[in-house]
């Protein structure tokens, strides 16, 4: 397995990244539009709707909620198939319907594992006699008391995991297009971890200042959209059209954002893999 390992520039990455995404605009823009455009949109639109209605009516929101991000994972996945092997947008979304459930599987497992990342934090909360249903209601004023020694405990943990966490994901960085481009089901783990021995500090520059610009960007457009159409159409603490338009706009920001890190994961894919024949895996 060594002798996969290749030499990567990110800058090489992105300048295909940017070739990709201007020279198959016409393919990535219909699903783009379709299935994260409009999903993120309604999705932030719920969001902001469900603060309004009672506690079965905010289950089914959430629900819907979770439909949307699966529709959006679909959307991923056709422009990952599109930017490993160009293609048309109805035969990205073929293969996107045929890998869409391996996605959904390897995601699961994944955020499974942080989540037992993050166990032993609550672990310190419980062994402090903290009450966890307060600790929810945190944002209603009814924050418990935190002993220093708990505070720093879980201060400390939740560094150290974070850290974890940001090295896991630029291991796993490729797995998506691994899943796509070599049909494989969970074992895609394994072999994005693989192709990205060696690369690891690289990458996590990379998700760091991607992180940073894309965190800024999605904020700055949810502050400036949310004041302004608030003052010029909203009714305060009501839900209304202001809402919508404001999930509308930071719905094109999030998906330009979306389409060139599932460009970029993909070309860093395609960089860090053996050269390979991919028309049979898209067969």
Known sequence: MIGERRMVKMSTVWDRTTEFVGSH???????????ILLPTAASGTLDAWRLTLDPASQMAVSIAGLVLTVVTLWGTTAITALAVEPMGAASAAAVANRRLLPVIAVTIVLLLGVLVLLLPMLGIILAAGIDVAALANAQTGTMPDLSAGTALGVLI?????????????????VVTPVVVAERRGLGAIARAWRLTRGHALRIIGVILLYGLIAAIATLAA????????????????????????????????????????????????LALAPQRDLVNDFA
């Open 25 to 35: 605009a016409g393919a990535i823009a219909p699903i783009a539009i379709l299935a």
């Open 157 to 173: 943990y939740g560094l150290v995991a974070l850290v974890v966490i940001i090295w896991l994901l630029a291991r796993l960085v």
């Open 222 to 269: 949810q502050a400036a959209f949310g004041t302004i159409l608030g003052l010029t159409l909203g009714v305060p603490g009501n839900f209304g059209i202001d809402d919508v338009m404001t999930a509308l706009l930071v719905g094109v920001v999030t998906t330009i954002i979306s389409v060139l890190q599932t460009g970029f994961v993909a070309k860093l894919y």
